[in-house]
């Protein structure tokens, strides 16, 4: 199991931006491909983007793929989700996951999971 916590989310008005970051003390981070979800209420949980272990490898959902950036900084053990042009419909809890499988991190299959952080976007 590999702890992950996020941070940097909070209350940003349409248009803004926020960054978001993921980090563990897991040493074998760079092992894992990483991944971004996020879950409105009342909806399901909904893939972002994905990064692999190297960070060379990165698929976003089309919903997100011109606004958000997803990297990863494996000398820190930290991942990051640059969000721009926030929409109020971006309002969710963003939760980080890993697995060592890129395919499972997109099916949301992760081995491990955050707790998440809040993004509010006021119009």
């Known amino acids: 199991q590999v702890h992950l916590v996020e941070s940097g989310g909070g209350l940003v008005q349409a248009g803004g931006s926020l960054r978001l970051s993921c980090a563990t003390s897991?040493?074998?981070?760079?092992?894992?491909?990483m991944g971004w979800f996020r879950q409105a209420p009342g909806k399901e949980r909904e893939f972002l983007a994905v990064?692999?272990?190297?960070?060379?490898?990165?698929y976003y959902a089309e919903s997100v793929k011109d606004r958000f950036i997803i990297s990863r900084d494996n000398a820190k053990n930290e991942a990051y989700l640059q969000m721009n042009s926030l929409k109020p419909e971006d309002t969710a809890v963003y939760y980080c996951?890993?697995?060592?499988?890129?395919?499972?991190?997109?099916?949301?299959?992760?081995?491990?999971w955050g707790r998440g952080t809040q993004v509010t976007v006021s119009s």
């Open positions: 996951t890993v697995d060592f499988f890129w395919a499972r991190v997109v099916a949301g299959q992760g081995v491990s």
């Open positions: 897991e040493r074998t981070f760079s092992n894992y491909a």
């Open positions: 990064v692999g272990s190297s960070g060379g490898r990165i």
